[in-house]
C-alpha cells in the first residue's frame, strides 16, 4: 500500500516569506508526528496529533511554527516569517498507535536564502 | 542537552565481519528502544526495537542489546553487507505520552565489499 508522502519534495524560500509543508498520512493512522532534521543531526521533534488535534506541541521552537489536521488525515506544517535558521528537512511521519512503529515520509527539504 | 547519545559518527567494516553500533541514553524515564535506517533522500526506516524490560532482541542479521544499569544499547549486524551502508538512528520513547521518538545524531555505517 501507499506510504506516507510529503510535498513538495523541496521548497526554496526568501527570508521573511511564509511557507507550507503537506503531509498525507498511510490511511487508516490516528496518530501523526512532525520532525525537523538539521545537518548532522538526528530528527527532533516538532509536534504530534492524535486525530485531529495537537495532543503534544513541546517541540515547536517559536510562535512562527503552526501545523493544523483539520480531518485527521492530511496535515499541514506551516512557518511564518521564515529565517535562515528554518532550513532543514521536515519529516513527517503516522502511525497505528503502537509504539515506536511509526512510518516515516521522504521529508520535505526547505532551504531558506 | 542530548538525552540520546552515539557518539560515533561513523563507522567502516568490511563485508562478512560484523558492525557494533553503540547508543547512550541520559533519560531513566525512556521505556523502549528502536533503531532506524536511513538512506540518503529517504525517511528513516524502522529496524529493529527493544523494550526496557528484555536485555536482547534478535532479528536474522540484526540483534539489538540494552543494559539499563548502563543506560546503554548496541546494535549488532552480522554479516555485514555493502546494502547496510546507511546512517543508523538510535531512538527512544517514554510510553504512556505522545511516544515521541528522542533520537542520536546518528552513525554513518560503511560496509566495504
Known amino acids: 500500500g501507499a506510504g506516507v508522502s510529503q510535498t513538495p519534495s523541496n521548497k526554496v524560500t526568501e527570508k521573511g516569506k511564509y511557507v507550507e509543508l503537506r503531509c498525507d498520512p498511510i490511511?487508516?493512522?490516528?496518530?501523526l508526528y512532525w520532525y525537523r532534521q538539521s545537518l548532522g543531526q538526528g530528527p527532533e521533534f516538532l509536534i504530534y496529533?492524535?486525530?485531529?488535534?495537537?495532543?503534544?506541541d513541546s517541540g515547536l521552537p517559536n510562535d512562527r511554527f503552526f501545523a493544523v489536521r483539520p480531518e485527521g488525515s492530511v496535515s499541514t506544517l506551516k512557518i511564518q516569517r521564515t529565517e535562515r535558521g528554518d532550513s532543514a528537512v521536515y519529516l513527517c511521519?503516522?502511525?497505528?498507535?503502537?509504539?515506536?512503529?511509526?512510518?516515516f515520509g521522504p521529508g520535505t527539504r526547505l532551504t531558506v536564502t | 542537552d542530548q538525552q540520546v547519545k552515539q557518539n560515533s559518527p561513523s563507522l567502516s567494516v568490511q563485508e562478512g565481519r560484523i558492525s557494533i553500533l553503540n547508543c547512550d541514553y541520559t533519560?531513566?524515564?525512556?521505556?523502549?528502544f528502536l533503531w532506524y535506517k536511513k538512506y540518503p533522500a529517504e525517511g528513516p526506516t524502522f529496524l529493529i526495537s527493544?523494550?526496557?524490560?528484555?536485555d536482547k532482541n534478535e532479528d536474522g542479521r540484526f540483534t539489538v542489546f540494552l543494559n539499563k544499569s548502563a543506560k546503554h544499547l548496541s546494535l549488532h549486524i552480522v554479516p555485514s553487507q555493502p546494502g547496510d551502508s546507511a546512517v543508523y538512528f538510535c531512538?527512544?520513547?517514554?510510553?504512556?505520552?505522545?511516544?515521541?521518538?528522542?533520537f542520536g545524531k546518528g552513525t554513518k555505517l560503511t560496509v566495504n565489499p
Open positions: 511521519a503516522s502511525s497505528p498507535g503502537t509504539p515506536g512503529e511509526q512510518y
Open positions: 490511511s487508516g493512522h490516528t496518530a
Open positions: 496529533f492524535q486525530g485531529t488535534g495537537a495532543a503534544d
Open positions: 533519560n531513566s524515564m525512556f521505556d523502549y
Open positions: 527493544i523494550s526496557s524490560i528484555k
Open positions: 531512538a527512544a520513547i517514554s510510553q504512556g505520552g505522545s511516544e515521541k521518538l528522542v
